[in-house]
């Protein structure tokens, strides 16, 4: 029996919209003051329960608005639950628009001990895993030249050479699979499939049918912020059909 | 509690990364780098002493280490509340992907304008020297108004990072109050000269700083008893308050950037 690495009990993410965005003083203060500060709430997520067991790979699927992202913002802990409780074991790696948080007047080499402490990795790790890291980006001398520089596909390599060397327990992809040129993407899928048969636990956003097929065993979908259906890929796969077709 | 200090421990390599980093940036490029930290309060200096010469008293040879004193120590003050506010939206795409814990953030920016602030000292040194300045046994209390100041810019700078998510005004905002700040903290001027209004002296938490440093470097007195209670009482307060609206406000940071 493998045991439960996430488990999303009774979640719900309250968004409050103000009518107009207040973010300056005076009109907070007008508004207070009138008592005007009218805002709609509204749940991006209500209710959702679902567990992931050790080495499962999950597919988050949903309508664009289904509250797929919000989902997963909520579990790699960056936005807080209104109500519910999330607990997860291990280290949590977003793989999520890479490159995003580079600096760009820092070189690429000095970007990638910022970005391995981000994701919570001490000193001396970075350190041993520095020429892997170089070496899988194929930057070369690049390396120690500012990020400002390079070109998107340069950033997005070392990125994802950053985020996959450091082997995480539960790998967060969000629609990543385009990097690069035709040479690297088939470089990064076969990583990602050893990091796959290593038995990492994945959640996966896409709205690529074939490619959720080939890569997940399990899926959950969402319809406007709640769970309507989890169980296998491919009976959810098939649902999920249905209800783009109609 | 001891969940805070764990994950503080995890998260030091990313502190000191973000500390560094804030320091090379600055002088990145300029081809007289970190020496700017020296030569900049040192040009504010002689121009400051230029401008107001006629203020000072007749014969006084350490009217330039008075003005530096008061000048570096604001100048602290000013650069680190002000880049402790702008740094939770400066790193708003980390925070919107990663999880850190955010008052890293705010207290990197504190941290590495304090260090830039250590070495400008080197300045006050050599001025000091060059004016034959005195040391006295005194100068060791030195250390204390600075780790006041040090407190009192975090607590100041979280409660500033705060409401500049909310606000974006509070960044003009706070530059007129820096601004107030400055001509209300006896920096090119002797208190005597505005003795009608020496409680608005008395009031500000930054001249206490600035008048317990100076007794220590300039005057050779121990510090001022009253001053001293009045800026640790501010900076507490001011430190607790800053911690307690972050973290009360913190989760929602990330609806708002």
Same mark, same amino acid.
């Given at each position: 029996?493998?045991?439960?690495?996430?488990? =999303?009990?009774?979640?719900?993410?309250?968004? &409050?919209?103000?009518?107009?965005?207040?973010?300056?003083?005076?009109?907070?203060?007008?508004?207070?003051?009138?008592?005007?500060?009218?805002?709609?709430?509204?749940?991006?997520?209500?209710?959702?329960?679902?567990?992931?067991?050790?080495?499962?790979?999950?597919?988050?699927? $949903?309508?664009?608005?289904?509250?797929?992202?919000?989902?997963?913002?909520?579990?790699?802990? =960056?936005?807080?639950?209104?109500?519910?409780?999330?607990?997860?074991?291990?280290?949590?790696?977003?793989?999520?628009?890479?490159?995003?948080?580079?600096? @760009?007047?820092?070189?690429?080499?000095?970007?990638?001990?910022?970005?391995?402490?981000?994701? $919570?990795?001490? &000193?001396?790790?970075?350190?041993?895993?520095?020429?892997?890291?170089?070496?899988?980006?194929?930057?070369?001398?690049?390396?120690?030249? @500012?990020?400002?520089?390079?070109?998107?596909?340069?950033?997005?390599?070392?990125?994802?050479?950053?985020?996959?060397? =450091?082997?995480?327990?539960?790998?967060?992809?969000?629609?990543?699979?385009?990097? $690069?040129?035709?040479?690297?993407?088939?470089?990064?899928?076969?990583?990602?499939?050893?990091?796959?048969?290593?038995?990492?636990?994945?959640?996966?956003?896409?709205?690529?049918?074939?490619?959720?097929?080939?890569?997940?065993?399990?899926?959950?979908?969402?319809?406007?912020?709640?769970?309507?259906?989890?169980?296998?890929?491919?009976?959810?796969?098939?649902?999920?059909? =249905?209800?783009?077709?109609? | 509690?001891?969940?805070?200090?764990?994950? #503080?421990? !995890?998260?030091?390599?990313?502190?000191?990364?973000?500390?560094?980093?804030? /320091?090379?940036?600055?002088?990145?490029?300029?081809?007289?780098?970190?020496?700017?930290?020296?030569?900049?309060?040192?040009?504010?200096?002689? *121009?400051?002493?230029?401008?107001?010469? !006629?203020?000072?008293?007749?014969?006084?040879?350490?009217?330039?280490?008075?003005?530096?004193?008061?000048?570096?120590?604001?100048?602290? #003050?000013?650069? +680190?509340?002000?880049?402790?506010?702008?740094?939770?939206? *400066?790193?708003?795409?980390?925070?919107? !992907?990663?999880?850190?814990?955010?008052?890293?953030?705010?207290?990197?920016? *504190?941290?590495?304008?304090?260090?830039?602030?250590?070495?400008?000292?080197?300045?006050?040194?050599?001025?000091?020297?060059?004016?034959?300045?005195?040391?006295?046994?005194? /100068?060791?209390?030195?250390?204390?108004?600075?780790?006041?100041? #040090?407190?009192?810019?975090?607590?100041?700078?979280?409660?500033?990072?705060?409401?500049?998510?909310?606000?974006?005004?509070?960044?003009?905002?706070?530059?007129?109050?820096?601004?107030?700040?400055?001509?209300?903290?006896?920096?090119?001027?002797?208190?005597?000269?505005?003795?009608?209004?020496?409680?608005?002296?008395?009031?500000?938490?930054?001249?206490?700083?600035?008048?317990?440093?100076?007794?220590? /470097?300039?005057?050779? *007195?121990?510090?001022?008893?009253? +001053?001293?209670?009045?800026? /640790?009482?501010?900076?507490?307060?001011?430190?607790?308050?800053?911690?307690?609206?972050?973290?009360?406000?913190?989760?929602?940071?990330?609806?708002?950037?």
């Amino acid at each position: 029996m493998s045991k439960i690495v996430i488990d =999303v009990d009774g979640v719900g993410v309250k968004f &409050r919209m103000n009518d107009e965005k207040v973010d300056n003083l005076k009109e907070y203060i007008i508004r207070k003051i009138t008592g005007r500060i009218g805002y709609k709430e509204f749940w991006a997520l209500r209710n959702i329960s679902f567990t992931v067991e050790s080495g499962d790979r999950v597919a988050v699927l $949903g309508m664009n608005g289904a509250g797929k992202s919000t989902l997963l913002k909520v579990i790699a802990g =960056v936005l807080k639950a209104t109500e519910g409780k999330i607990t997860s074991q291990g280290r949590i790696a977003p793989l999520l628009e890479l490159g995003a948080g580079f600096d @760009p007047q820092y070189s690429g080499a000095e970007n990638i001990y910022l970005y391995g402490a981000m994701l $919570g990795y001490s &000193r001396d790790f970075i350190r041993s895993k520095f020429n892997e890291i170089v070496e899988f980006s194929e930057l070369g001398e690049f390396i120690n030249s @500012p990020v400002k520089n390079y070109s998107s596909g340069m950033k997005t390599r070392l990125g994802f050479s950053i985020a996959t060397v =450091v082997e995480p327990d539960i790998l967060i992809l969000d629609e990543v699979f385009a990097v $690069g040129d035709a040479k690297f993407r088939k470089k990064s899928e076969k990583k990602i499939q050893s990091m796959f048969d290593r038995g990492i636990t994945v959640l996966f956003v896409s709205h690529n049918i074939e490619q959720v097929k080939k890569i997940c065993n399990k899926a959950i979908f969402l319809e406007s912020g709640t769970l309507i259906a989890s169980g296998p890929c491919e009976d959810i796969c098939d649902i999920y059909e =249905v209800k783009s077709n109609q | 509690m001891k969940q805070i200090i764990k994950n #503080f421990q !995890k998260y030091r390599f990313l502190l000191s990364q973000l500390v560094v980093k804030e /320091i090379k940036l600055k002088y990145r490029k300029s081809y007289l780098g970190i020496l700017w930290t020296l030569i900049e309060p040192l040009l504010t200096m002689i *121009v400051l002493y230029l401008v107001f010469s !006629k203020l000072r008293k007749n014969n006084d040879r350490t009217f330039a280490v008075y003005i530096l004193t008061g000048r570096l120590l604001y100048s602290y #003050f000013s650069h +680190a509340t002000k880049s402790a506010m702008k740094s939770i939206r *400066v790193n708003a795409q980390m925070i919107k !992907k990663v999880y850190v814990p955010k008052y890293i953030y705010p207290l990197a920016s *504190v941290l590495s304008q304090f260090i830039t602030f250590l070495i400008s000292l080197v300045v006050l040194a050599a001025v000091s020297i060059v004016l034959r300045i005195k040391p006295t046994i005194h /100068i060791l209390e030195a250390i204390i108004p600075i780790i006041i100041l #040090f407190f009192m810019a975090l607590g100041i700078g979280l409660v500033l990072a705060t409401l500049a998510v909310f606000f974006r005004d509070m960044e003009y905002l706070w530059d007129v109050v820096l601004m107030i700040i400055m001509y209300c903290s006896a920096i090119f001027y002797y208190p005597s000269m505005v003795s009608d209004n020496s409680w608005i002296l008395r009031m500000n938490p930054l001249y206490a700083v600035i008048l317990n440093f100076r007794n220590a /470097i300039l005057e050779g *007195v121990p510090l001022d008893s009253g +001053a001293l209670l009045y800026s /640790i009482a501010f900076s507490a307060i001011a430190l607790l308050a800053g911690i307690w609206l972050f973290y009360k406000n913190q989760d929602r940071f990330i609806l708002y950037l």
